[in-house]
């Protein structure tokens, strides 16, 4: 990176507000605006700025954690108005999704990079055969599980969601629709889910990231970048009304199709980086 931190800062913030007009862009014309998209994006540009390779997948996962709190929170509340929310299947999955993140956060206090990009990639791939070969018809059951089951589920989804960057929507929607929950109500409990998710994923990035601040770009806090924050937010919510726009021009399978492309191809540039 630039020597001079005015020089790191401004180059930080170029190379952010690029990012986020093509997270925004991605975001509206595939349908899905969390770290699916942003933790790749984010990669390439601290890969640009010379953060260090042994820090530079957990920075991104926890300032994608941090970008997307507030659409998570936005979300749940607006789908809450509707009544769409299992609300207490999120008081189930709350706390073991919180013990889960915090699992994720002392991974990356103490993990190399590569167990990043490798549980990315197994997410990315899943979430890829689902949009490439029709995963929505996945079965499980017609009712929910068990409490212990769902524990188990909860977890899971935190561990995950803090490994990867996300706020757990796509693993939690995956359950209950395999469990007959219409996607709606999946949706909207999903996002309630999130809400814990991401904020405990920010708190636990921050303090995992602080023994690191030596390695970290400008104006950062553990491992969230705060201008990554305060740029890419409001940049990405304005650029998505172009993607979403792009979207009505194509059918749905064929979005599915693109989205299961672009997962492939993170996931191929992941693996890569891993050789």
């Given at each position: ?18 990012a ?15 770290g699916?998209i942003?933790?790749?994006v ?15 997948m ?5 300032t ?7 659409t998570?929170?936005r ?28 699992a994720?956060s ?16 197994i ?46 929507g ?13 996607m ?10 999130g809400?814990?998710?991401t ?10 990231g ?21 740029l890419?937010a409001?940049?990405?919510n ?11 021009w ?14 492939a ?11």
């Amino acid at each position: 990176m630039l020597g001079h931190p005015i020089g790191e800062i401004a180059l930080l913030a170029f190379w952010i507000v690029g990012a986020g007009i093509l997270v925004g862009i991605l975001a509206g014309l595939f349908g899905i605006g969390g770290g699916a998209i942003i933790v790749p994006v984010l990669y390439e540009v601290f890969r640009v700025l010379g953060v260090p390779e042994d820090v530079r997948m957990q920075m991104c996962i926890g300032t994608s954690l941090a970008i997307i709190v507030p659409t998570t929170v936005r979300s749940y509340l607006e789908h809450k108005k509707k009544g769409a929310v299992i609300v207490d299947l999120v008081r189930i999955w709350a706390l073991p999704a919180v013990a889960g993140v915090a699992a994720g956060s002392l991974v990356a206090l103490y993990a190399p990079s590569s167990v990043f990009k490798v549980a990315f990639v197994i997410f990315a791939i899943f979430i890829a055969a689902r949009m490439l070969f029709g995963g929505d018809k996945w079965n499980l059951g017609t009712e929910l599980p068990g409490r212990g089951l769902l524990l188990i589920y909860g977890f899971i989804t935190g561990l995950f969601s803090s490994l990867v960057g996300v706020s757990g929507g796509s693993l939690s929607n995956v359950v209950l629709t395999s469990y007959g929950r219409p996607m709606q109500q999946a949706v909207a409990t999903s996002a309630g889910v999130g809400v814990p998710i991401t904020i405990a994923g920010t708190v636990g990035y921050i303090l995992a990231g602080w023994p690191h601040m030596a390695q970290l770009p400008p104006l950062s806090i553990g491992f969230v970048s705060l201008i990554g924050v305060a740029l890419m937010a409001p940049v990405s919510n304005y650029t998505v009304s172009y993607g979403v726009r792009l979207a009505h021009w194509l059918p749905r399978r064929q979005l599915e199709i693109g989205f299961g492309i672009f997962l492939a191809a993170v996931s191929l540039r992941f693996i890569w980086s891993l050789l």
